[in-house]
T-cell receptor, first 113, second 116 residues
Framework: KAGVTQTPRYLIKTRGQQVTLSCSPI?????VSWYQQTPGQGLQFLFE???????NKGNFPGRFSGRQFSNSRSEMNVSTLELGDSALYLC????????????FGSGTRLTVV | AQSVTQLDSQVPVFEEAPVELRCNYS??????LFWYVQYPNQGLQLLLK??????LVKGINGFEAEFNKSQTSFHLRKPSVHISDTAEYFC??????????????FGKGTLLTVNP
């Protein structure tokens, strides 16, 4: 069974640009969450999607947005990139029912220069 | 709001020694508890979870954790570590309050370094 797939693995962008990251959840998982990991702030929750609807959102500016498609694949977008947006962005998926833990992807390492 | 404190940012140990990584949480409602491990340049892998029932939880790679409600702790232990256990370990909580809030709140992480 394939795991959570995130693309691309590495990305370098310039300040002011925008970026789109992609996440394909485990087959059958309909819930997808995104987290930002930085050395200073640690792991912080960005948002969660279920059946194409955003259910929860973390405390991030409106430059951070996301969406989920009918096949449960999700994308997150960051506009007007700032140096502080440099981070590892992790996507996680979970099944619709049950309380099993989230399964995380390997992440996308974004560097803003 | 819930919070998680991992009391040690770094724990160095020798191979085959026992280890305990400490985690305390704060929440006004009951929670589910998780431990994740992160190897360099990788995502998070679930080690174990506490949902309900027995307070001693066994996970993968020989790790176990004990939930202590009165002390609001969920410490991770392994009786004998290997070099390959060198990684960063994260404790996380999720509210057990029903509804649709599945957000995980993480601690800052503990870097476990196993020396030969």
């Amino acid at each position: 069974k394939a795991g959570v797939t995130q693309t691309p693995r590495y990305l370098i962008k310039t300040r002011g640009q925008q970026v789109t990251l992609s996440c394909s959840p485990i087959s059958g998982h309909r819930s997808v969450s995104w987290y930002q990991q930085t050395p200073g702030q640690g792991l912080q929750f960005l948002f969660e999607y279920f059946s194409e609807t955003q259910r929860n959102k973390g405390n991030f500016p409106g430059r951070f947005s996301g969406r989920q498609f009918s096949n449960s694949r999700s994308e997150m977008n960051v506009s007007t990139l700032e140096l502080g947006d440099s981070a590892l962005y992790l996507c996680a998926s979970r099944p619709q029912t049950g309380n099993v833990g989230y399964t995380f992807g390997s992440g996308t390492r974004l560097t803003v220069v | 709001a819930q919070s998680v404190t991992q009391l040690d940012s770094q724990v160095p140990v020798f191979e085959e020694a026992p280890v305990e990584l400490r985690c305390n949480y704060s929440s006004s409602v009951s929670v589910y508890l998780f431990w994740y491990v992160q190897y360099p340049n990788q995502g998070l892998q679930l080690l174990l979870k506490y949902l309900s029932g027995s307070t001693l939880v066994k996970g993968i790679n020989g790790f176990e954790a004990e939930f202590n409600k009165s002390q609001t702790s969920f410490h991770l232990r392994k009786p004998s570590v290997h070099i390959s256990d060198t990684a960063e370990y994260f404790c996380a909580v999720r509210l057990n309050s029903g509804g649709s809030n599945y957000k995980l709140t993480f601690g800052k992480g503990t870097l476990l370094t196993v020396n030969p």
